[in-house]
C-alpha cells in the first residue's frame, strides 16, 4: 500500500535540503518497493508571506493525515519584528503540540572518515555514538509567557518553566527503553540544585530507573554535562533532558562530528512522527546551493527505520552517506584542500550514485 510522506520544506535552506532527501528517497522507494509517495506543504515565514500564519490548517490536517512527516527548516532575520505569536518558529512548535511529538530523538555520531574535522582532539571524539532523548513538547518552550509587562516601573518579560509527572515519566521511559537496545547507560540531565522543575524531574527519574534494573541512571547538572561532552563525549551513552537543556547540548554535541549539518532527528509521540535535521534554516547560506544536505538525508534514513520498519532500506542510505564521504566529496562545511568540493546537487547525486 502507498505510504504518504507529507514533506514541509520551510524557509532559507529547507527546500535545498528536503529536495535533496526526496531525490534519495524516490531512488531507495524505487529499489526497495516501498511505493513512497509525496505532498508538499507551506510553513514558517514563507508561509506566513503567502496566508498570514506560518502554520496553516491545511499543513497541520496534511500532517496527521500522513504516514510520516519531513521537515526542512523555519525562520531567518527577516520575520524578527513579526509578532511573536506568528513567527515562522511558531510553525515547527506548533506540529510538534499538534502532533504530539513528545520525544526528539538526536543521534550523534562521529564517522572515522570525518574525526579529523572535529574541532576536538581525535582521541577525544574517537567512538562518540550518543543519543540524546529530548523532551519536546513540555518545559518552558510551551509554559505561560508575557512578553512584555510594567512592574516597579520597569518593562520586564518572563516565561515560565514548568513539567509534570507524567510528562517526564514517558520521556525517561523512552529513554530506559532506548538505553536497553544500546549500551544501558541514561544521563538524566538537569539543574536540580537550582531549579524546582528540575528537582521534580529527578526524583521521578529516579522512580521510573528502579523499573529497568539493567540500565544504569545517572543524573548530572547541565552545567557539568556540557563541559563533559567536551572533554569526556564517548562515555555518554543516552543522554535524556528537558527542551530547552536539550536543544542547546544537542547543538553542542553535533559539532564534535565536525559540522551541524551532518546531524538528523526524529520527533515521535503517538501518531504520524516527523522527521528533521537539527539545524535551522541557514540564512547565511540560503539560495547558493552550498547547503550540506546529509543532516536531512539521514533524517530520511530515520523515517524509513522508525515509521515504515524498513532497516535494510534506511541502511542503504546510511552506508551510501559513507561511501560518499569516504570517497571524498566534501560540501563547503567539510572542504578542505585534496578533496572533492560539492554544492548540495552534487553531494546529494554522490549519495544518490552509491545507493
Ligand atoms: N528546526 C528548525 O526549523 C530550526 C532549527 C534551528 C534554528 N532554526 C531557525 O533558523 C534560523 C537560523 O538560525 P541559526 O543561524 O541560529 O542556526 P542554523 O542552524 O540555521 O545555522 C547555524 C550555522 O550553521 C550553518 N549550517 C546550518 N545548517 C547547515 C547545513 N546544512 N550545511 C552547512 N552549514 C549549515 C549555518 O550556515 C550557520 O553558519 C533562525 O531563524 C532559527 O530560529 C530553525
Ligand atoms: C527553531 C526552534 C524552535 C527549534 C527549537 O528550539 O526546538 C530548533 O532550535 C531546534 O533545535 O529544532
Ligand atoms: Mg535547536
Redesign the pocket.
Known amino acids: 500500500m502507498a505510504k504518504k510522506i507529507v514533506v514541509i520544506p ?1 524557509d ?2 529547507g527546500e535545498e ?1 528536503t529536495n535533496a532527501a526526496v531525490l534519495v528517497l524516490k531512488k531507495i522507494s524505487d529499489k526497495f518497493q516501498l511505493d513512497l509517495t509525496f505532498e508538499s506543504h507551506a510553513a ?1 515565514g514563507t508561509a506566513y508571506d503567502l496566508y498570514g500564519t506560518p502554520l496553516p490548517e491545511k499543513t497541520i490536517l496534511a500532517a496527521k493525515a500522513a504516514d510520516a512527516v519531513l ?7 527577516v520575520w524578527d519584528n513579526v509578532d511573536p505569536a506568528l513567527r ?2 511558531k510553525a ?1 512548535l506548533g506540529l510538534r503540540k499538534s502532533l504530539g511529538l513528545y520525544a526528539n530523538l538526536r543521534p550523534i555520531k562521529v564517522m572515522d572518515c570525518l574525526v579529523e574535522y572535529s574541532p576536538l582532539k581525535k582521541e577525544i571524539v574517537s567512538g562518540i555514538d550518543i543519543m540524546i532523548v529530548r523532551e519536546l513538547i513540555g518545559g518552558i518552550y510551551f509554559g505561560d509567557k508575557c512578553e512584555s509587562e510594567m512592574k516597579d516601573g520597569f518593562e520586564r518579560a518572563w516565561d515560565l518553566e514548568n513539567y509534570s509527572v507524567p510528562e517526564v515519566e514517558r520521556i525517561v521511559k523512552l529513554a530506559m527503553e532506548t538505553a536497553q537496545k544500546r549500551n544501558n547507560k541514561v544521563t538524566s540531565v538537569d539543574k536540580a540544585n537550582v531549579l524546582a522543575t528540575s528537582r521534580l524531574w529527578r526524583r521521578t527519574a529516579t522512580k521510573v530507573a528502579a523499573s529497568y534494573p539493567d540500565v544504569k541512571l545517572q543524573d548530572m547538572y547541565v552545567d557539568n554535562c556540557a563541559m563533559q561532552l567536551a572533554i569526556h563525549p564517548t562515555e555518554f551513552d543516552v543522554i535524556v533532558t528537558g527542551n530547552l537543556f536539550g536543544d542547546i547540548l544537542s547543538d553542542e554535541a553535533a559539532v564534535l562530528g565536525g ?3 551532518l546531524m538528523p532527528s526524529a520527533s515521535i509521540g503517538e501518531c504520524t512522527s516527523l522527521y ?10 540560503a539560495g547558493r546551493g ?4 546529509i ?1 536531512t538525508i539521514l533524517s530520511a534514513a530515520m523515517l524509513l527505520r522508525h515509521s515504515f520498519a524498513a532497516e535494510a532500506a534506511a541502511l542503504a542510505i546510511e552506508k551510501a552517506v559513507e561511501k560518499a564521504l569516504l570517497d571524498g566529496y566534501r ?3 567539510l572542504y578542505r584542500d585534496g578533496f572533492k568540493k560539492a554544492n548540495t546537487e552534487e553531494m546529494t547525486q554522490a549519495i544518490f550514485d552509491r545507493i
Open positions: 520551510g532559507g535552506i535540503i514558517g521537515f526542512g527548516a523555519v525562520g531567518g532575520a515562522p518558529e515547527i559540522s551541524i549539518g528533521e535535521p537539527i539545524h535551522g534554516s541557514a540564512p547565511d547560506i552550498i547547503a550540506n544536505p543532516g560540501t563547503m562545511d
